[in-house]
T-cell receptor, first 116, second 113 residues
Framework: AQSVTQPDIHITVSEGASLELRCNYS??????LFWYVQSPGQGLQLLLK??????LVQGIKGFEAEFKRSQSSFNLRKPSVHWSDAAEYFC??????????????FGAGTQVVVTP | NAGVTQTPKFQVLKTGQSMTLQCAQD?????MSWYRQDPGMGLRLIHY???????DQGEVPNGYNVSRSTTEDFPLRLLSAAPSQTSVYFC????????????FGPGTRLTVL
């Protein structure tokens, strides 16, 4: 069975510092990979996605993520964090089989706190 | 477009009561899903649908019922509410031609006493 692991439950980062959020997946083939962000009291918003091709993908709000097949990882990064980036971040995977296209599996999430 | 809408935003139930959480989308998406979000557990799939008349169970379906009579609507029914169903519920939708971004509603916060 596939699984998604976000090892860091909580990260505190200073405004202006860099941020990296980890995501590891367990699946026999390369899945479709997503990062979503959830601001307090809000629904989820897509940051970026990886389906195939270039392993470094750019998203909204200055975020990027790198897919590493050898490490089964899809880590999210931002070079310089803004106070508005304080939120919860979720990694999600979808299997590539036709009957699974709508079944997203989410990690437990990483809460990001930004300090002045 | 309103996107994905959910009602109500908040609800308090007593154990044993039943209720329906409403979800609607105006993007003509075939896939619709219900998730519950609990602290430290991320979002877990309850039920999903690939189109009108077709539904399937997700990871945590027990105690919930769904049906999909139209493309736009995908209500979630709690048959006999239990305190373990206290959670935040999200509805999401996407196109079905391949794996696509899911669009999420604002959520319903449910408390079962």
């Amino acid at each position: 069975a596939q699984s998604v692991t976000q090892p860091d439950i909580h990260i505190t980062v200073s405004e202006g510092a860099s941020l990296e959020l980890r995501c590891n997946y367990s699946y026999g083939a390369t899945p479709y990979l997503f990062w979503y962000v959830q601001s307090p009291g809000q629904g989820l918003q897509l940051l970026l996605k990886y389906f195939s091709g270039d392993t470094l993908v750019q998203g909204i709000k200055g975020f990027e993520a790198e897919f590493k097949r050898s490490q089964s990882s899809f880590n999210l990064r931002k070079p310089s964090v803004h106070w508005s980036d304080a939120a919860e971040y979720f990694c999600a995977v979808v299997r590539g089989t036709t009957d699974s296209w709508g079944k997203f599996q989410f990690g437990a999430g990483t809460q990001v706190v930004v300090t002045p | 477009n309103a996107g994905v809408t959910q009602t109500p935003k908040f609800q308090v139930l007593k154990t044993g009561q039943s209720m329906t959480l409403q979800c609607a989308q105006d993007m003509n998406h075939e896939y619709m899903s219900w998730y519950r979000q609990d602290p430290g557990m991320g979002l877990r799939l309850i039920h999903y649908s690939v189109g009108a008349g077709i539904t399937d169970q997700g990871e945590v379906p027990n105690g919930y019922n769904v049906s999909r009579s139209t493309t736009e609507d995908f209500p979630l029914r709690l048959l006999s509410a239990a305190p373990s169903q206290t959670s935040v519920y999200f509805c999401a939708s996407s196109y079905s031609d391949t794996v696509n971004e899911q669009f999420f509603g604002p959520g319903t916060r449910l408390t079962v006493l």
